[in-house]
């Protein structure tokens, strides 16, 4: 086996959505999107299922198979990207809650399905998804009429606690929500730690679920680690990897391990990640390829058989900023042939 093992611990997705569950006085449902961030929707979903979890969001009505396959027909399905012309057959078949985000789509629903559940997405400043004020006022009577099962809007900066635009979205989802009796959710994890004025009905957290900022209290919940497939030694001024991108300093000793661009490891770490032997910190020298990277081991004091890229030394958000990205990119990009595990509930 000479691929990465990424190690998913879904006991530390359940501890998240307890932690953020209980900063809050309403719902707390989960967003699996993006194959559960990257880490299987399906065994996330399960997870949480099984700890209470009765909503669950995507972004599209195709990433709503797995989960519906997994956890039968009982929990609430939304999607975030509504009901576009394609979508009515999955939305009907596996009993989905589009949010919806324009007239249009609205329009779209009411005559393609009568009488089946949906939700209604506003945006209150974002500019992305959902409906505008005077879109909204003109068809709220009408929409609300209908029983929506939620209506949401999404924060742009929930991230900075101090952002004016958080205090103005509120404004704006309250004069185009208060006196409604529709369930309403404002929150995803930055929006949880704003506090309580931003709970509303419904929590919709994704990242924090899975250990990554801005929720800083959160469990870890994965680790990554490379094998080793080769060590040599190169004398001073040889050179190493494509375009003789680094040069060794002195007589050093470089290990070649399993990983590249190819599982999600960005090029743009070229000669800058870190990867660890125990607290050892050791520098990928040259280029990312596109599926092996190469490291200095010279202080290491025995050749290891692998090396760690996430953990306990460095967290999916060290990397990101190393990167010069952020963890949820990381986490969607973790490649396709690690050899996962996964563990917990
Ligand atoms: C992705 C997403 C979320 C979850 O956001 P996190 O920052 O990952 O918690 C919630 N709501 C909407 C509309 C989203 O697109």
């Not at 329009?107 to 500019?127: C, K, V």
């Not at 909204?136 to 742009?156: I, K, N």
């Not at 990119?329 to 509930?345: C, D, M, P």
């Amino acid at each position: 086996m000479s691929t990465g093992r990424l190690i998913i611990d879904l006991d530390a997705v359940v501890a998240n959505w307890r932690a953020l569950d209980a900063m809050t006085n309403c719902k707390t449902g989960a967003v699996v999107k993006a194959n559960g961030y990257g880490l299987g929707a399906g065994n996330v979903a399960k997870a949480l299922f099984k700890e209470g979890v009765r909503q669950f969001f995507v972004a599209v009505v195709e990433e709503a198979v797995a989960i519906r396959e997994e956890l039968g027909p009982k929990p609430e399905i939304c999607v975030f990207s509504g009901h576009m012309k394609g979508d009515t057959g999955l939305i009907r078949d596996l009993g989905l809650t589009p949010m919806l985000n324009s007239v249009e789509q609205l329009t779209l629903h009411f005559e393609a399905l009568p009488a089946h559940p949906f939700g209604i997405q506003l945006d209150t400043g974002m500019n992305r998804l959902g409906m505008e004020m005077q879109e909204w006022a003109a068809v709220a009577e009408l929409a609300l009429s209908q029983d929506p099962r939620l209506v949401m809007s999404h924060l742009a900066c929930a991230d900075e606690p101090d952002h004016p635009m958080n205090p103005y979205q509120l404004d704006q989802f309250k004069k185009m929500t208060d006196g409604i009796t529709a369930p309403r959710s404002l929150a995803a994890t930055g929006g949880i730690l704003l506090g309580p004025e931003y709970h509303f009905d419904l929590t919709r957290p994704g990242i924090g679920l899975y250990g990554g900022l801005p929720f800083e209290n959160a469990t870890p919940v994965i680790e990554l680690d490379l094998p080793v497939v080769q060590v040599r030694d190169v004398a001073e001024g040889e050179v190493v990897g494509y375009g003789n991108a680094w040069q060794a300093a002195r007589p050093s000793r470089i290990a070649t391990i399993s990983g590249g661009y190819a599982d999600g490891i960005a090029r743009i770490l070229s000669d800058k990640a870190t990867l660890y032997h125990g607290d050892t910190a050791c520098p990928l020298v040259g280029r990312v390829s596109m599926d092996l990277l190469t490291i200095d081991v010279t202080d290491l004091p025995e050749t290891p058989s692998k090396l760690t890229l996430i953990g306990p030394q460095q967290t999916v958000d060290d990397l990101a900023r190393a990167a010069n990205t952020i963890g949820y990119e990381v986490l969607t990009q973790l490649g396709a042939r690690y050899n996962r595990k996964t563990f917990g509930k």
